[in-house]
């Protein structure tokens, strides 16, 4: 029997089913691959983390090179990708793909008064291999560029095109892959809530709480969190105040919207909000059961076949003290990010953008969320979960318990 080594001393590797990443990263590009060629692209050239992870599996340095294109990738609409990387990374890599090759850096903080001319270079390269697939021709699609970037590739008369139409539509419908990995990460999630919730004592500042659940989600797996929103008390209303020196009082209410990044790249974005203290207030508890109902009744409503217009006519007002301060949205697609669909919360003006055309499909994965905070009020209550959009229905994928002294 061979043995894999890098699996060794992880205990039930051998007995247990586990996540099958190389069918993970296939299937994942033939969605892309099968939306390139709804649409026509020829090629797509990736610069953006987000995409390349997920059409071709790779994550190198990710919050680096979120700012830095120092890796960037071309994926054919038929065949593998060839990969450009840092070439002191490459060797991550090429155990994956074949055709890894070192990339060039044009962007001035990189090459100085030499971008223009590097990027000439790097757009020529890219050229050079659109000509030897046979897609010179057609469309190519661009997702994250900078202005040496972009006008070098337009130089080279290509016919440039969004890229993230055709990826943010592959992401829609996720695998069993994809299904279990969003457990996982839920997972992760929930006891780093755990410890958070555990260690919630007057005293503590809202850095600290931060600070507790990364160690937790750090430890289990996860990567990161690309918000940083732990607020308590008055910084609970209105929201969006993210993490600070602040210490916690008591009666606080302290909310988390955990976006995070967990294990394979998946996200967990869901929202509790706790009481420090035994005794809640009745405009907190009101708080709280508006957010606690808007949630449940909006994940009841959810179907496979159910038009998003349907679902959104559905959809009550909230109550008017707390219209003012609502969330943008009541639903939004969550897979490796923030996904479509984008339904917003209704509203007796129009929507701030329209509203997705689709339909509910099955094994969607959504977040369902509501803010509760009246304007000028001490409080507001963050509320959200995930939802897996089965055959039979939504069924809840985030665990984490509701605060039993804010429902009483």
């Not at 060839?82 to 060797?91: C, S, T």
């Not at 559905?314 to 996904?339: A, N």
Request: a negative charge; charged letters at 20%; aromatic letters at 10%.
């Amino acid at each position: 029997m061979n043995f894999d080594r890098r699996t060794l001393g992880h205990a039930g590797t051998l007995m247990e089913p586990g996540i099958n990443f190389e069918r993970l990263r296939r299937e994942r590009l033939a969605k892309v691959q099968k939306q390139m060629a709804a649409r026509g692209l020829g090629a797509l050239v990736l610069t953006d983390i987000m995409n390349i992870r997920y059409c071709t599996g790779v994550s190198i340095m990710p919050l680096w090179n979120a700012v830095n294109l120092a890796h960037y990738v071309l994926v054919p609409a038929h065949g593998e990708p060839i990969i450009f990387e840092y070439p002191q990374a490459a060797h991550a890599v090429k155990p994956f793909w074949k055709d890894v090759r070192p990339a060039i850096y044009w962007q001035a903080r990189f090459a100085d008064e030499l971008a223009p001319v590097k990027s000439e270079e790097w757009a020529a390269e890219i050229k050079d291999v659109l000509k030897s697939w046979g897609v010179a021709d057609s469309a190519v699609g661009v997702d994250v560029l900078d202005f040496y970037g972009f006008t070098a590739l337009q130089k080279q008369n290509l016919r440039l095109m969004d890229a993230d139409l055709c990826i943010e539509a592959a992401r829609i419908i996720k695998t069993p892959d994809e299904i279990d990995l969003l457990r996982l990460s839920a997972s992760v999630a929930e006891a780093a809530l755990n410890d958070l919730e555990r260690a919630l004592q007057p005293g503590l500042t809202e850095n600290e709480l931060l600070a507790i659940f990364w160690h937790r989600m750090l430890a289990l797996g996860g990567e990161h969190c690309f918000t940083r929103l732990v607020a308590s008390g008055y910084k609970t209303n209105p929201w969006f105040q993210e993490a600070g020196h602040k210490l916690v009082r008591p009666g606080d209410l302290v909310g988390i919207d955990t976006d995070m990044i967990g294990p394979g790249g998946y996200v967990c974005d869901t929202s509790r909000t706790f009481l420090c203290g035994e005794a809640a207030t009745p405009t907190q508890k009101e708080a709280y059961r508006v957010a606690y109902d808007y949630v449940q009744n909006a994940i009841e409503k959810i179907k496979p076949g159910l038009s998003f217009h349907e679902f959104y006519q559905q959809l009550p007002l909230l109550p008017e003290p707390y219209r003012p301060q609502q969330y943008s949205v009541v639903v939004h697609g969550i897979g490796t990010d923030d996904e479509p669909p984008n339904i917003p919360f209704p509203s007796e003006s129009p929507a701030a953008f329209s509203l997705t055309e689709g339909v509910f499909e099955e094994n969607m994965v959504v977040s369902v969320e509501c803010y509760a905070g009246k304007v000028g009020a001490q409080d507001g209550v963050k509320l959200e979960d995930e939802v897996w959009i089965t055959a039979e229905g939504p069924v809840v994928i985030t665990l984490y318990p509701f605060e039993s002294k804010l429902l009483s």
